[in-house]
């Protein structure tokens, strides 16, 4: 009996085995066929008629919210050379790198095309290419760059009929002149200037496998923005050039030693109306998955949160208050992001004053100390855990074990409401406070608002001690202004196909609650005093306005973060190098700066107010004026009155400069990780931080 169950058993496997090979025979015979098929195709097609006379996709634009094209990607901006005019380095690095098979194929690789079949199958969707060099002259020529099927079949028949149009060399030639290599630049003779201010007969190899490796991402690996990318993609490019057998192994090894030397003369491509804005727009393109060359060469109509009438303003107070200044050096660097609290709409984006001088974007990529702008964290951390803007905080001097914080000028104003120790700036209230509150909390809190860097679990991080970008500084006071809520910048509103298609569009603003709206009343109230009478007296543009200063140790960096019911901007101003500034401060050009920009970005709004009750010390349910408490009644200015407010804080650590690595930080869209102290937390002495130890005694004015 079993003896006939497994005789039943074996039949049944052996039939099973039969009809899979059966089925694998059939599919494979259909995929013969369909490829017998598509070959009879290919050969029946005429070649291109009138090939000399076509014309490149449309010319993709990047608008502003208000419709000017603050940018176009014109196809054959060029100087167009001829295939015998570029070094055969150059040609084999982009054969090697683009299309090892160029002289072989027919318009397809055939293999690589399987293969990405396959792949794209396994996945789903297009996700893996295998474009031959002249079918990424069909994709410039005469298509779009959507990542379709359809597109991709059109692709291979039109890259199959140029074959059979015009030769390999000419092939070759026509891309090399058309290809986009980043920074505005089309073609390799564009890019020799641009990149190097160089012929062609004067690229060395590294330099030539440099801009071989661009076509795949230009913007990724351009080496004005990413110099440690395009590095890294030359030495790629340089390996396989020697593993296809076009260069020595002794070429290979010098020309990876070989160091990188850019033009310092200024580039075509900066010239357009607000260059870092439109960095930043190309990035979020990317992270949307547009393609670099569907950007540039897909005839897109890219529109843009932008509003050009408050960038020109932005550039403009930038440099002509710089100049007024007498700061002119190009270390000397001054940012401005600007965006909308509550829509997340980018108005302004400033990375630097120059960007023919420098292309790093101050605003995402800078870590620098912010001083006493740090301060609305830990009073926003007191505000959570139920401390109310009156409540009465010592201004007294304060000391530890190893550190004695002080204010500037070593004056103290004894007992005073919190909202007041905040508008003069108190170093010893904001220790004091942070003591309560805990380093934890604030932390806690400067996280969920939006600051990504790491942060020392310590006292002095009441004094801005840890650097922090400007974009997540802007971020978070915008919770300030938007009743608790943060919301995520965005630069990109819309994009429409070369046919008018919308292909994308924003779905609106990406909002996190993460403060109370009672906290974001309080913060406000007492940040308004912050410009009405304390060190931001110079921001005040006689609107419903709301900041705070800073400035850290030496005055190597100065801040003014702000907002207004609508607009939330900040600015930052330094050194690149981390020297000193001629003795200016938060409260002085940053916030000048700020003024002046405020007053045309405003202009857009009516004269809208903060949607805030308002606050009465111990009973905040009841909205009437705050009062002053029994132990000091001496009204605003007079508690003012003398009082220097000038603004530093303590020994800067985690700083960032173009020539210096920023510090790797969280995702900030998640809840990033808090930092553990280092040892037991002591209220006798504090952690002091590794990278900057703090000084004993020093006085330390108020930021």
Not at 8 to 31: E, H, I, P, W
Not at 359 to 377: E, H, L, M, V, W
Request: with cysteine; charged share 25%; glycine share 6%.
């Amino acid at each position: 009996m079993a003896r006939n169950i497994r005789k039943k058993q074996t039949k049944r496997g052996v039939k099973k085995r039969n009809f899979f090979l059966y089925f694998c025979m059939m599919v494979f015979s259909a995929f013969l066929a369909a490829v017998a098929a598509f070959n009879l195709y290919l050969a029946s097609l005429p070649p291109i008629s009138n090939f000399d006379d076509i014309k490149p996709n449309p010319v993709t634009s990047i608008y502003s919210l208000d419709g000017e094209v603050i940018k176009t990607f014109t196809v054959f901006r060029f100087e167009k050379v001829s295939i015998d005019e570029i070094p055969a380095k150059l040609k084999n690095a982009v054969i090697a790198t683009e299309d090892k098979n160029f002289y072989k194929h027919r318009g397809f690789d055939t293999l690589g095309l399987v293969r990405s079949v396959f792949a794209n199958i396994k996945a789903g969707s297009l996700k893996q290419g295998a474009s031959t060099i002249t079918q990424q002259l069909a994709r410039i020529l005469f298509l779009s760059n959507e990542r379709t099927f359809d597109r991709k079949i059109k692709e291979l028949i039109i890259a199959h009929r140029i074959e059979k149009t015009i030769s390999k060399n000419e092939i070759l030639e026509l891309y090399l002149n058309s290809v986009y290599l980043g920074s505005g630049t089309y073609g390799v003779q564009s890019a020799s200037k641009t990149y190097f201010d160089k012929e062609l007969s004067e690229l060395t190899l590294a330099e030539a496998a440099l801009i071989a490796g661009l076509p795949q991402a230009p913007s990724v690996y351009s080496p004005f923005q990413n110099p440690d990318a395009a590095m890294n993609r030359r030495n790629q490019v340089l390996k396989r050039m020697y593993k296809t057998g076009y260069i020595t192994k002794d070429e290979y090894k010098a020309a990876l030693d070989e160091e990188l030397h850019l033009s310092k003369k200024p580039r075509l491509y900066s010239f357009n109306k607000a260059p870092y804005f439109i960095d930043l727009v190309l990035n979020e393109l990317e992270k949307l998955g547009f393609e670099e060359q569907e950007i540039s060469q897909g005839g897109l109509k890219i529109y843009t949160t932008l509003d050009l009438k408050s960038q020109n303003a932005a550039q403009d107070a930038i440099v002509n208050d710089l100049n007024a200044y007498g700061l002119r050096s190009k270390k000397t660097q001054m940012a401005l992001f600007s965006f909308s609290p509550t829509t997340g709409r980018i108005y302004a984006y400033v990375g630097g004053k120059n960007y023919e001088e420098s292309q790093y974007d101050r605003i995402t990529n800078a870590i620098r100390p912010p001083g006493s702008a740090f301060k609305p964290f830990v009073y926003t951390a007191a505000l959570q855990q139920g401390v109310g803007v009156d409540d009465i905080i010592d201004d007294s001097p304060i000391s530890f074990k190893n550190w004695s914080p002080r204010n500037y000028g070593n004056k103290y104003r004894g007992k005073m409401p919190i909202w007041k120790a905040l508008a003069i700036s108190s170093n010893v209230a904001a220790v004091r406070l942070i003591k309560k509150t805990g380093a934890d909390a604030v932390i806690a809190t400067a996280r969920e608002m939006g600051i990504t860097t790491p942060l020392q679990n310590d006292l002095t991080i009441a004094l801005g001690s840890n650097g922090v970008k400007l974009y997540d500084m802007v971020v978070a006071y915008g919770a300030f202004a938007n009743g608790g809520f943060r919301v995520r910048p965005y630069a990109v509103e819309r994009v429409e196909n070369s046919r008018g298609v919308v292909i994308y569009e924003n779905s609106g603003p990406k909002i996190v609650k993460v403060i109370s709206f009672d906290t974001a009343a309080g913060m406000t109230y007492m940040l308004r005093k912050v410009v009405e009478a304390g060190t931001g007296r110079a921001a005040n543009i006689s609107k419903a306005t709301a900041g705070k200063t800073g400035t850290t140790d030496d005055y190597r960096d100065a801040w003014f973060v702000g907002y207004t019911p609508d607009i939330v901007t900040g600015v930052w101003l330094g050194n690149d190098d981390n020297s000193k500034l001629p003795g200016i401060t938060g409260g002085g050009l940053p916030a000048k700066v700020w003024a002046d920009y405020m007053r045309v970005a405003i202009t857009n709004f009516a004269d809208s107010v903060f949607d805030y009750p308002k606050l009465n010390g111990s009973e905040e349910s009841k909205p009437k004026e705050i009062t002053d408490t029994e132990e000091n009644q001496k009204d605003d200015e007079e508690l003012l009155e003398g009082f220097d407010t000038d603004e530093q804080s303590t020994q800067v650590q985690n700083q960032n400069t173009p020539n210096t690595p920023a510090t790797e930080a969280p995702k900030s869209e998640e809840k990033a990780e808090i930092q553990k102290p280092k040892r037991p937390f002591s209220t006798n002495e504090p952690p002091v931080p590794q990278s900057a130890p703090l000084p004993q005694a020093a006085p330390l004015p108020g930021a």
